[in-house]
């Protein structure tokens, strides 16, 4: 991999929000040094580098730290502009396009499934999952309009709104076990659950993705946690 001028990145196995920049930092052929954080009893490091949020991740580029997923690929696209395939494209419009379909993945599509997790009643789950389901349909028509027939969201090669998305497909395949529901479904959004499939066997991206299993067993635990908080209220 290419020279890092010192980079450090504090994570989380099973974040997707790390995960996007590991295959960022990968796609960009960047070599850097890995810390595994317990957000149980946060290092100092992390605190003293994130003191807003004191979240992961964090990049840290020759002492200065970035936070925030989607800030983090913006600042790694734009210091590095050199190295490897640029996330984002040259064209403003397209430019802010990218943004636009990044930001719905998080704040719509994320907010949806987050809604579904958390519902107490089957009429609220039933009702979550059609919000859900009516979030992926309309990614599903971003793909067809941004990628134009073409394998990934950034037409011919991965960008940005690819590893944004891509970043979630270790809980998008644990969700099928753990909730029973595919939302990458190949009969209802077949250039969805066909891009998953291609993003994730790219040679970049295959290496940095979580086991699933282990996905699936940490998933269990948070549910197990969250209906004991609910039993003791």
């Not at 064209?91 to 993945?105: N, S």
Request: net charge negative; hydrophobic share 40%; aromatic share 10%.
């Amino acid at each position: 991999m290419a020279g890092s001028n010192d980079l450090k990145l504090l994570g989380m196995w099973a974040s997707p929000f790390v995960l996007r920049v590991k295959l960022a930092l990968s796609l960009k052929g960047l070599s850097y040094e890995y810390v595994e954080e317990d957000l149980r009893t946060k290092s100092e490091l992390l605190l003293k580098s994130n003191p807003v949020h004191k979240k992961v991740p964090v990049l840290i580029h020759n002492g200065k730290p970035v936070c925030e997923s989607s800030v983090i690929l913006q600042y790694i696209d734009e210091a590095f502009a050199g190295t490897g395939p640029s996330l984002l494209p040259v064209d403003p419009y397209e430019r802010a396009m990218a943004r636009f379909w990044a930001a719905y993945i998080d704040d719509k599509m994320m907010a949806a499934w987050n809604q579904a997790s958390k519902a107490k009643t089957e009429e609220e789950k039933a009702e979550a999952m059609k919000q859900s389901f009516a979030t992926v349909e309309t990614l599903e028509g971003a793909l067809r309009d941004c990628g134009k027939g073409k394998p990934f969201f950034g037409g011919e090669d991965v960008g940005y709104v690819d590893v944004v998305l891509g970043g979630l497909l270790g809980w998008i395949r644990a969700n099928d076990e753990l909730q029973g529901v595919k939302p990458f479904d190949p009969e209802r959004t077949p250039l969805l659950a066909a891009w998953a499939e291609r993003f994730w066997s790219l040679e970049a991206v295959e290496p940095q993705m979580p086991d699933v299993s282990k996905l699936v067993e940490f998933g269990k635990m948070l549910q197990a946690r969250q209906a004991a908080a609910g039993e003791g209220n």
